[in-house]
C-alpha cells in the first residue's frame, strides 16, 4: 500500500520490559513524526524527524523514550524499561517537505499495553 | 495548559442535517489549522484545512471556517451522513512541517 505503515498493531509488554514500534513513512515523505495518544485524549507530540536528523525531541516524555531513522526512511522508537503509564496508542505520521506541506499522514498506530 | 480545545466530547445529529463541531485556541502563532477524522483501530484521516489568511474553505460537504479575532475554528458537515460517525480531532500548527497540536477531539453520532 501506499500509507503509513506501523508494526506491531498491538504489543503488550510486562513493565520493565524494553519495546521497540516500527514505522515506514510513505514513500519520498522527508518528514517524519512520532505522537503519544493516551485514551479519550488527543494525539500529543514526542519526536520529529527530517530525513535522518532528529530536529525535535521536546515530546519525549523521559530518557527511557529513543527514536531514531538511521537512512531516512523507517523509524522505530524504542522505549526502555516499560511503565505502566507508556501504555498508549503510537502514531507514527509523514509528510513532504516544502511551501504549504502542513498536512500529515498518520499510520494505524501501535497500541501499547503494560502490564 | 491545553493550547487547542474541543469543549464538546460528544455530539448526536440526525441523518441529513447540519453537524458543526466547535475548537478553540490559545497561542495567536498558530497559522493553519487542520481536521481529522478517526475511526477506532485506525489512524486519524485528514479531512480539511485552513489557512490562517482564509477564514472559509470549503470541500465538497465540508467547510470550516476560521474566527481569527475569537481564536475559533469550527467544522460544518452538509448534510451529515451516518458514515460520518467518528472521532474528529482539531489541529494547528505555527509552521509548515512542525509539529501538530491536537484538541482532545469530539464524537461525532449522526443518527439514521
Known amino acids: 500500500g501506499a500509507g503509513v505503515s506501523q508494526s506491531p498493531r498491538y504489543k503488550v509488554a510486562k513493565r520493565g520490559q524494553d519495546v521497540a514500534l516500527r514505522c515506514d513513512p510513505i514513500s519520498g515523505h522527508v518528514s517524519l513524526f512520532w505522537y503519544q495518544q493516551a485514551l479519550g485524549q488527543g494525539p500529543e507530540f514526542l519526536t520529529y524527524f527530517q530525513n535522518e536528523a532528529q530536529l525535535d525531541k521536546s515530546g519525549l516524555p523521559s530518557d527511557r523514550f529513543f527514536a531514531e531513522r538511521p537512512e531516512g526512511s523507517v523509524s522505530t522508537l524504542k522505549i526502555q524499561r516499560t511503565q505502566q503509564e507508556d501504555s498508549a496508542v503510537y502514531l507514527c505520521?509523514?509528510?513532504?517537505?516544502?511551501?504549504?506541506?502542513?498536512?500529515?499522514?498518520f499510520g494505524p498506530g501501535t497500541r501499547l499495553t503494560v502490564t | 495548559d491545553q493550547q487547542v480545545k474541543q469543549n464538546s466530547p460528544s455530539l448526536s445529529v440526525q441523518e441529513g442535517r447540519i453537524s458543526i463541531l466547535n475548537c478553540d485556541y490559545t497561542n495567536s502563532m498558530f497559522d493553519y489549522f487542520l481536521w481529522y477524522k478517526k475511526y477506532p483501530a485506525e489512524g486519524p484521516t485528514f479531512l480539511i484545512s485552513i489557512s490562517s489568511i482564509k477564514d472559509k474553505n470549503e470541500d465538497g460537504r465540508f467547510t470550516v471556517f476560521l474566527n481569527k479575532s475569537a481564536k475559533h475554528l469550527s467544522l460544518h458537515i452538509v448534510p451529515s451522513q451516518p458514515g460520518d460517525s467518528a472521532v474528529y480531532f482539531c489541529a494547528a500548527s505555527n509552521n509548515a512541517g512542525n509539529m501538530l497540536t491536537f484538541g482532545g477531539g469530539t464524537r461525532l453520532m449522526v443518527k439514521p
Open positions: 505520521a509523514s509528510s513532504l517537505l516544502g511551501l504549504g506541506s502542513y498536512e500529515q499522514y
